[in-house]
């Protein structure tokens, strides 16, 4: 009689919050304030909580009130790591697992590229991100105010107009064939080699892997208007005309 199932290893991407603070109003507020305008940054990505380097690690911490926090953000945690003996027995009691160093390699693992992007104060993103791209995601329609587009894991190919309250965002490069007028945000899992690029800067905010530039700071005028692209070097964010 053939078997129903079959158990093997597997090696999936996670998310590794990284926790500060153990007071959960801080966090609150300060995920809300930081990610509440991105509401598709995360979807329902598993997540693995780091006590490793939380402030008084003796102290009262309330691991479902994070658990729920990070839930509110569309994160799913699964598992705790760097917990004392106290907070892994809460953790347990939460239906967390203990989850190993998950930085060191092993010889049967897949090759990773982590990825670090701090998204708050209090609280860091480490992505581990498998090799190789999917197929860029192409939106060939004006995008109007309000409206918000996401293409996780790839690239994303915008051939009209994305006009001013709109917001595009992928985790590779954006190519606009158009006037960009919105909000763009290129590497948002923090992939500092992506770009930007469009026929017609006019851009409300542009921002790769975290790091952004707003419309209150005026465009230099060589590229104002103008057929661009803009790349991370550093900590700034460089805009050639092209």
């Known amino acids: 009689m053939p078997h129903a199932y079959d158990?093997?290893?597997?090696?999936?991407?996670?998310?590794s919050f990284i926790l500060k603070t153990p007071d959960t109003s801080v966090l609150q507020a300060d995920m809300t304030r930081r990610l509440g305008a991105t509401?598709?940054?995360?979807?329902?990505?598993?997540?693995?909580?780091d006590l490793s380097v939380l402030e008084d690690p003796n102290g009262q911490l309330d691991l479902p009130s994070v658990c729920l926090t990070l839930r509110t953000h569309q994160m799913l945690p699964v598992a705790v790591r760097g917990a004392n003996a106290h907070q892994l027995t809460s953790a347990r009691q939460a239906g967390l697992f203990e989850a190993r160093d998950l930085s060191v390699p092993t010889p049967?693992?897949?090759?990773?590229?982590t990825v670090v992007q701090e998204v708050i104060r209090e609280v860091e993103?480490?992505?581990e991100v498998p090799t190789g791209h999917a197929a860029a995601m192409v939106i060939d329609k004006p995008l109007r105010s309000g409206q918000h587009v996401y293409a996780k894991g790839r690239d994303l190919i915008v051939l009209a107009m994305v006009n001013p309250g709109a917001e595009i965002m992928?985790?590779?490069?954006?190519?606009?064939?158009?006037?960009l007028r919105g909000k763009a945000i290129a590497g948002a899992r923090g992939d500092e080699q992506a770009r930007?690029?469009?026929?017609?800067?006019?851009a409300e905010l542009i921002s790769i892997a975290g790091t952004y530039r707003t419309s209150d700071t005026p465009l230099p005028p060589?590229?104002?208007g103008k057929a661009a692209q803009i790349s991370?070097?550093?900590d700034k964010l460089v805009m050639q005309a092209l």
């Open 7 to 15: 158990i093997k290893s597997a090696s999936l991407p996670l998310v």
């Open 39 to 49: 509401p598709g940054f995360f979807d329902n990505d598993p997540v693995v909580i």
């Open 108 to 113: 049967a693992a897949p090759r990773v590229e």
């Open 125 to 127: 993103v480490v992505r």
């Open 170 to 179: 992928a985790d590779g490069h954006i190519h606009v064939y158009a006037p």
């Open 196 to 202: 930007i690029f469009t026929h017609s800067l006019e």
């Open 222 to 224: 060589e590229v104002a």
């Open 232 to 234: 991370l070097q550093g």
